[in-house]
């Protein structure tokens, strides 16, 4: 009866390792898995690709014996050890020299360990990331190019999220309202803008993508820093940088418009035109 059992679980245990390797060998990922002493226990075809090596040349030895440079043999072990402290996954992203050249990669390492809790082996994915890397780079050099642009305007201008966040503001033009920079930065546009001209209805994520490329222009009263108010026209426009990147853009314009007894009036009928003329 023991022998039985133990062929059932020689069996179950063939089968399982053919499943992993079925997954891994079909699997767009580079799938890895090296011993309690990080020597080399199985490679997929993806990774053997990317490292343009055999897998006979890898199996049984470590990163170190295979010539991989010092510097990511050192990333990567600090990964496995700290994996094996603390029981879960670790991941990091480095770059390596490929067949086709420098590539940036992902590496998720997880512990394996047996039913008594001592540990088998590791398991690696890792996955080709150059292309969302150099997608973010380009976002985060059009973002700072644009907080640059305003920055240096000499106009009343700025770059607010969607939730309302100034993210950028030209220092000129806001000093002439008595802020610098620094006291903008992070604040939410509603503070100092007051919305007589129906400035929140229509200064919406939603209406701005749907006007774009065409600006949106109302009217808004703003607060400067010593307490007076002045009038503005503001333009809006949607900036779309990416999928995960929008951001108005707001030009203030000074204009000479009195109030009537309410306050409302004229800034109201000047909004509801500019509103119309631009739909």
């Keep these: 009866e023991q022998i039985t059992e133990r062929k059932r679980a020689e069996e179950a245990l ?8 079925t997954l891994a060998e079909n699997a767009p990922d580079a799938i890895m898995r090296f011993d309690p002493d990080l020597r080399v226990l199985y490679l997929n075809p993806q990774d053997l690709a990317a490292a343009g090596k055999t897998l006979h040349e890898f199996l049984g030895k470590t990163n170190e014996e295979m010539g991989m440079p010092a510097e990511l043999c050192g990333l990567w ?3 496995f050890e700290r994996a094996k402290i603390s029981k879960h996954f670790q991941e990091t992203e480095f770059d390596f020299n490929t067949p086709s050249g420098i590539r940036t990669f992902s590496l998720r390492v997880v512990p394996e360990f047996s039913q008594n809790g001592s540990l088998v082996s590791f398991l690696g994915i890792s996955r080709d990331v150059t292309e ?3 997608a973010e780079e380009a976002l985060k050099a059009s973002e700072l190019n644009m907080r ?5 305007a000499s106009d009343a201008m700025m770059v607010v999220n969607p939730d309302g966040v100034i993210e950028a503001v030209s220092a000129l033009g806001m000093r002439a309202l008595g802020y610098d920079e620094g006291e903008l930065i992070g604040r939410n546009v509603a503070e100092f803008a007051e919305t007589f001209s129906r400035l929140d209805a229509i200064l919406t994520i939603e209406n701005l993508r749907r006007q774009a490329p065409q600006p949106i222009t109302s009217t808004a009263r703003v607060r400067r820093k010593d307490g007076s108010q002045a009038w503005f026209s503001v333009t809006a426009s949607f900036i779309s940088l990416g999928t995960h990147s929008e951001k108005f853009f707001l030009r203030f314009y000074p204009i000479d418009l009195p109030m009537g007894g309410n306050g409302r009036g004229k800034a109201e009928t000047l909004s509801l035109m500019n509103v119309h003329s631009n739909r």
């Design 14 to 21: 063939k089968e399982s390792e053919a499943k992993f390797k």
């Design 148 to 152: 640059l642009m305003v920055s240096m």
């Design 132 to 134: 969302r890397k150099r």
């Design 77 to 79: 072990n600090n990964l």
